[in-house]
């Protein structure tokens, strides 16, 4: 016997309501170039599942992001020039994207969605620059830059430590993978940003990929000087990464989710080595094109047609607004958007339009792209690269208008985006939140003095080391949001020569002292990892908490220090953070 249901009772029910609105899965790779895909013409690899998305979806020939990582996925998150939200650099807290500026993910937040990250965050560490304070619910990987180790990682679940499992970006997916299960047996429409690190360097991969690529004879080259053993890494990366992404599609699919579930996939800038890029000039920070060129394959099973070609430009700054658009979801904020909704665009509902300038910056270089010639600011050199690629013959006497305008272009960009940045980053670093109460400071956010230095020379995941003197110091500004009483840590390694320094805590006039009595001296790991040798990136090693006590401390702002007034060895410790939790 089939019992009907009411059609009041269809319409309530919460699976059936919900289901109209279409899912979003953004994946974002680290560092791969343009050329790292079989779809371009790449035969060194394969990557079907990556290339599936763009043929049963939309690729769009010429899209953009930033030469670096952070200020990409800031204009992804805002729609925004990365330097009108803060993103100025990629470490020492420049990476942050400023508070008042809001996300895509707390759009679909408000919207009823549940919103999922799993990865490389990169626009700040401290709530609330955290996922968690973004319009994120769930978060699971490391937030800055670059992790030194890539198995079994310490990572970040919503601001606990905790101990990755395997590959990292094997991990990260099962994570992702479970989220999905968990909101699909829910009947809750979800966002699930997956934001791999994979394939920037440190140079490691699972040994069956590595194997495929070992002594592999690379059939297309990279311009310029190419580090072979690096492409070979980078190539066997981002087959992982492929095969990764075919079990996120293979979870859409095994769910029944797949035809109303946009994927998204595209990288943060171009390739981070001299590999096979399509035979386009320019790398990793450069903001010639292959430096910048991306791909961007959008697939939404029955409503963007298959293999659809988007031929205008287009750019990160596009994709917040354009997945707003596509799934009907409202803004959370009132900022005007430098992306445009290209939803019409991938439906078929309206033309696309190439009258358009996109602007790419970084380090101080700049440069503007329209539908067929690229202008590099430094030099005001202009290139052609439909028919120049490559980028080396200015063609600037040759179409003098086109100069023109593009200079035009760039100088009012300029006035309007770069007008009252400041040199370098001023922000206090927050503490103190009866919501996240823990807030670690690490090494690579704080200040070195006297004869401390880093690890590395690329800060992002670093310690302080070479603490000999009383002189020496780390400081690092804050601003404490809520007064109160604070327990104070020190994350430190020392060896049994060197026990016995007075370790000196300070915010303001505040202090707290302790001597380090317990050795904990852990070796370096990783190196054995690497395919190929790292290059001004720092090896980890273990640390070991050091509780000095607890310290009243006033709302506001002030500079924590750390030195050592009493030196009793050669050495007094090497620190890799330090943390302020907010006693309840």
């Not at 809750?188 to 690529?213: D, I, L």
């Not at 492409?231 to 079990?247: Q, T, Y």
């Not at 596009?318 to 019409?344: I, N, Y």
């Not at 430190?492 to 001597?515: N, Q, W």
Request: with cysteine; hydrophobic share 35%; charged share 25%.
């Amino acid at each position: 016997m089939i019992r009907l249901l009411p059609a009041f009772a269809i319409l309530l029910s919460p699976p059936l309501l919900l289901a109209a609105k279409p899912n979003v899965v953004v994946i974002l790779a680290d560092d791969q170039g343009w050329g790292d895909l079989g779809l371009h013409g790449n035969t060194n690899l394969k990557t079907p599942h990556l290339d599936s998305i763009g043929t049963q979806g939309a690729r769009f020939q010429r899209f953009y992001v930033e030469p670096v990582c952070s200020p990409t996925r800031a204009e992804f998150l805002t729609g925004r020039y990365h330097l009108r939200g803060g993103v100025i650099n990629v470490s020492k807290g420049g990476e942050r994207l400023n508070l008042d500026e809001s996300t895509i993910a707390e759009a679909f937040q408000k919207a009823g969605y549940a919103t999922g990250c799993f990865g490389k965050w990169h626009n700040g560490s401290q709530y609330p620059y955290h996922p968690l304070g973004r319009g994120f619910e769930e978060y699971y990987g490391f937030t800055h830059g670059h992790w030194a180790d890539y198995f079994d990682a310490p990572l970040d679940h919503n601001g606990t430590d905790t101990k990755g499992k395997g590959f990292i970006a094997d991990d990260l997916t099962a994570r992702g993978i479970e989220y999905i299960d968990a909101q699909t047996k829910a009947g809750k429409p979800f966002f699930a940003y997956f934001a791999f690190n994979t394939p920037h360097s440190p140079m490691q991969v699972p040994e069956e990929y590595w194997k495929r690529f070992e002594k592999a004879e690379l059939k297309l080259r990279g311009e310029g000087k190419e580090d072979i053993d690096h492409s070979r890494a980078a190539l066997a990366m981002v087959e992982n990464l492929d095969d990764n992404v075919g079990k996120i599609l293979a979870e859409l699919k095994k769910r029944k989710i797949d035809d109303n579930t946009i994927v998204v996939y595209f990288s943060d800038n171009g390739p981070n080595g001299n590999r096979w890029n399509g035979g386009m000039g320019g790398i990793k920070g450069s903001v010639l094109e292959g430096g910048v060129r991306s791909p961007l394959h959008i697939r939404w099973n029955g409503k963007i047609p298959a293999g659809k070609l988007i031929d205008p430009v287009a750019a990160a700054i596009d994709l917040m607004p354009t997945l707003l658009g596509l799934t009907g979801v409202e803004r959370a904020g009132t900022k005007p958007l430098d992306g445009k909704d290209l939803s019409a665009w991938l439906t078929g509902e309206a033309p696309a339009s190439t009258d358009r300038v996109l602007f790419q910056h970084w380090n101080g270089n700049i440069a503007a792209r329209n539908q067929t010639f690229r202008m590099v600011a430094n030099g005001n050199k202009l290139y052609d690269i439909a028919n120049d690629p490559k980028q080396q013959s200015d063609v600037s006497a040759k179409f003098p208008e086109v100069a023109k305008q593009l200079a035009d272009a760039i100088e009012a960009w300029k006035k309007d985006v770069l007008a009252g940045q400041p040199k370098g980053d001023t922000r206090p670093y927050p503490v103190g939140y009866a919501q996240f109460p823990r807030t670690v400071l690490p090494a690579r956010d704080g200040i070195n003095s006297g004869g401390i230095e880093r690890s590395a020379n690329a800060p992002n995941c670093s310690y302080f080391t070479h603490w000999t003197k009383p002189t020496d110091r780390m400081t690092w500004p804050i601003e404490v949001a809520e007064a109160g009483r604070y327990d104070v840590i020190v994350q430190y390694t020392c060896s049994e020569a060197d026990l016995g320094s007075m370790i000196e805590f300070a915010v303001g006039d505040r202090k707290i002292t302790g001597t380090i009595s317990n050795a904990f001296d852990s070796p370096l790991r990783g190196k054995n990892l690497d395919r190929t040798p790292r290059k001004g990136e720092s090896y980890m090693k273990d640390f070991q908490p050091l509780n000095l006590g607890t310290l009243e401390l006033p709302k506001g702002k002030a500079v924590l220090s750390l030195s050592a007034p009493k030196v009793a060895k050669s050495a007094v410790a090497d620190v890799l953070a330090v943390e302020l939790i907010l006693k309840k």
